[in-house]
């Protein structure tokens, strides 16, 4: 079972205590621009203040005037998300992600939920209204637009972020939509009520970090040479030696003249560790299907959560969850459903390298469980009921060659990524939340057996996230009885 660290302060200063590149994973969702303020204690003196004219260490301290302002330097204090301009803060957030990224390893990877918000204008403070999960939010009080905005323009946060994040050498990977079917409409009639919210998935940067093997060799950290394999597209079977004339061989596919073999490389490179296999979602989606997830005690609405199906399709980038509500002190709750997929995929199920802290990945195989290329479209329907795929549908062949299903993949072992050779198991992968609030990802992370460190400023959260986290060890730690019961049973009657 996984570690639990909950670490009390400010997240930039926690950061930088922590050793560098010791964490897989990070789930995050920072304070919003402009929306909550969540007290006195998350308020800090914010470092390499544009207006900061000395450079020299010294006690900053507020001048009469303005109290957030250091009247010996200018420098700015305040809590993040309370700055007076969007520029403010997304330079604190590049500060906080400088340090995220320190401390991830580079085949890590970082998930930020970000809100956005509209420019004030003439409509009260805030110029627009806010969200409906908002209670305990103070206005900043801002009656003129942010220069750059026009009146209630939307701010782009998210955007200006990932641009800024970038800038300073972030990869950004991947935008997902967070859907909330149970997004509270707003009185305001001249443009849709929002019920999304970005989050951005983020990598190290560039490079390719790790290299893994389709048939099973560990890993390795440098690029390795080719190993050749060839696909036969007309039976699916991957051939280990060059079938004759493989460049210039041709068949009827899919009702056109094309090559027949295609040449791979068993080695494929990783910018960032990702387990697609873990997050396969079913090949037809029932809607009207309530589907519940459980975690620490609670249930909750969301269609994300899926049984690993390895009929699946890839996981999507829009994900449909409602908003959480949690009867703790906590204002800003995020759903389970938005964290587990990341987890699941991101961080290695099977664990990391005791020693290198490389996950260990996954071995597949996969088999081509298609109808004939001749069959009728009844003799595939017939095929897919023999087959067991859903409603029988979503399999079949298209006309002109399209499929509707893809090849089965199956998990045969896991491997590590490294070269460490050790004899002892893996270790449970990290994942690592900044401002953990009441602990949803660490309740996701433990209960999918991962170790958890939670940063908060506030001590009322930690105790929130504390208890939440317990609840989930304990839960956690039933099922694994209940699972060695079952074992011991399989081999006692076995
Ligand atoms: C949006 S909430 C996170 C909610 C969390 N994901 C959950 O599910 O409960 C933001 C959290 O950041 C904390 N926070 C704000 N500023 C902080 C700072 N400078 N350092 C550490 N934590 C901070 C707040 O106390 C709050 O708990
Ligand atoms: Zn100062
Ligand atoms: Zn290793």
Same mark, same amino acid.
């Given at each position: 079972?996984?570690?639990?660290?909950?670490?009390?302060?400010?997240?930039?200063?926690?950061?930088?205590s922590l050793e560098a590149r010791s964490v897989h994973l990070v789930v995050t969702s920072p304070p919003y621009y402009a929306m909550r303020d969540y007290g006195d204690v998350t308020g800090r003196w914010w470092p390499d203040h544009p207006d900061c004219w000395q450079p020299y260490p010294h006690e900053?301290?507020?001048?009469?005037?303005?109290?957030?302002?250091?009247?010996?330097?200018?420098?700015?204090?305040?809590?993040?998300?309370?700055?007076?301009?969007?520029?403010?803060?997304?330079?604190?957030?590049?500060?906080?992600?400088?340090?995220?990224?320190?401390?991830l390893r580079d085949d890590g990877s970082a998930w930020l939920n970000i809100g956005d918000t509209y420019a004030a204008g003439g409509r009260g403070p805030?110029?627009?209204?806010?969200?409906?999960?908002?209670?305990?939010?103070?206005?900043?009080?801002?009656?003129?637009?942010?220069?750059?905005?026009?009146?209630?323009?939307?701010?782009? !946060?998210?955007?200006?972020v990932a641009y800024a994040l970038r800038e300073d050498g972030w990869g950004v990977w991947t935008d997902v939509v967070w859907h909330k079917p149970n997004g509270f409409p707003s009185s305001v009639k001249d443009r849709p009520s929002r019920n999304h919210e970005i989050i951005w998935h983020l990598t190290k940067g560039p490079k390719q970090r790790f290299w893994s093997h389709r048939f099973g060799q560990p890993g390795t950290r440098a690029r390795p040479k080719p190993d050749h394999y060839w696909l036969d597209l007309v039976t699916g079977r991957e051939l280990h030696v060059p079938p004759d004339g493989w460049e210039e061989v041709t068949a009827e596919i899919d009702g056109e003249i094309r090559k027949r073999y295609q040449r791979r490389n068993a080695w494929r490179g990783h910018h960032c560790y990702f387990d697609m296999e873990a997050v396969l979602q079913?090949?037809?989606?029932?809607?009207?299907?309530?589907?519940? !997830?459980?975690?620490?005690?609670?249930?909750?609405?969301?269609?994300?959560? !899926?049984?690993?199906?390895?009929?699946?399709?890839? !996981?999507r980038s829009v994900l449909s969850c409602s908003c959480a509500s949690y009867k703790g002190a906590h204002f800003a709750v995020m759903p389970a459903g938005i964290v587990e997929p990341w987890v699941k995929a991101c961080t290695s199920e099977r664990g990391v390298c005791a020693n290198c802290g490389a996950p260990w990945t996954r071995v597949t195989r996969s088999c081509d469980p298609r109808p004939p290329r001749t069959s009728t479209a009844a003799e595939q329907a017939e095929w897919n009921r023999a087959q067991g795929f859903p409603g029988g549908t979503g399999c079949i062949r298209r006309p002109g060659g399209n499929v509707g299903t893809k090849r089965v993949t199956e998990t045969t072992g896991w491997v590590p990524s490294c070269g460490c050779h050790l004899p002892q198991g893996p270790d449970p992968a990290v994942v690592l939340d900044p401002f953990c609030g009441s602990g949803t990802v660490g309740v996701v992370a433990i209960s999918l057996g991962r170790s958890f460190v939670g940063i908060d400023a506030n001590p009322e959260y930690l105790a929130l996230a504390e208890e939440r986290i317990a609840e989930a060890r304990e839960e956690q730690r039933q099922?694994?009885?209940?699972?060695?019961?079952?074992?011991?049973?399989?081999c006692q009657t076995g």
């Open positions: 079972m996984g570690d639990v660290r909950l670490l009390h302060g400010d997240a930039l200063d926690v950061l930088r900053h301290r507020g001048s009469t005037s303005d109290p957030s302002r250091c009247m010996f330097c200018g420098a700015w204090y305040g809590a993040l998300g309370q700055e007076p301009t969007p520029e403010l803060y997304v330079r604190h957030m590049v500060q906080v992600f400088r340090e995220v990224k320190r401390v805030g110029g627009g209204r806010k969200q409906a999960s908002n209670r305990g939010s103070v206005s900043l009080g801002r009656r003129t637009a942010p220069s750059g905005t026009k009146p209630r323009d939307l701010l782009l !946060i998210p955007s200006e079913p090949l037809v989606t029932d809607e009207k299907r309530d589907r519940r !997830i459980r975690y620490g005690g609670k249930s909750e609405k969301t269609s994300t959560f !899926i049984p690993p199906n390895p009929n699946g399709k890839h !996981i099922l694994s009885l209940f699972d060695r019961d079952r074992e011991e049973q399989v």
